[in-house]
């Protein structure tokens, strides 16, 4: 809110707006319900919500046991790129994206039958040319006595130079329902989100995006997630990276 002309209370609005829903609403609805005028201004907004969803949810490692894996978000690209467009994997409108989820075995003594609960996610884009591998993702992510799940990528062969146990198997579809569920159901619902509501989203912004649908996520049982917001936005960030 610093250095805004926005007024506080519209802030305060573009913040409940985002967080009355679970979806998540489009800067072009929000503009509407409040009869804002620019439409850039309120995106503007919308985005610097989200950096701070992300700050504050990067103040957490995951622990215990974890599922690691990564997934591809279709993003949009420019004209001038379109024509040149590559297919399948290493598309310039795929953003590579890790998905990490905390998982807790349970087993129902009565039945004896296996599954798992989950408690919170994180998602990270990965982008070597910018230093943000997959290694260094599980280095600030992960706490170092976790045990990673993954499966065989060749690209989780150093985690386990960062973490207690790091357990790989070989992808296939029972891997998928069972040791990786709940990060390809996070996956799964996250791109649903995105196509539904915001259609289009560009590369450059889909952290932002990210970030905000695993604010929520993380926060699903809280009884208000506008006022934990709230105390997010107004946290010293600066303070903790001393």
Known sequence: ???????????????????????????????????????????????????????????????????????????????????????GKGSQRQENVAVMAESVPLEDLETGKKSKSCRYFKMQVLDNHSGNSITKVVKESIDEKSIVFTDKSSSYIDICKYVEVHLMEKSNAQVTIETLRWVHIAISNAKRTFLGVFHKIKGSNLQRYLNEFVYKLNRRYCKSVFERLIVASVFPYWYNND
């Open 1 to 87: 809110m610093e250095n805004s002309n926005l007024s506080i209370r519209k802030w305060f609005l573009i913040m409940l707006f985002m967080t009355s829903t679970k979806k998540g609403m489009s800067a072009c609805e929000i503009k509407r319900q409040m009869g804002h005028t620019r439409y850039n201004t309120v995106l503007s907004v919308m985005n610097r919500i989200r950096d701070v969803m992300g700050k504050r949810d990067s103040l957490y490692q995951l622990s215990d046991m974890v599922e690691l894996d990564e997934g591809f978000f279709e993003t949009e690209v420019s004209s001038r790129v379109r024509s040149k467009l590559k297919r």
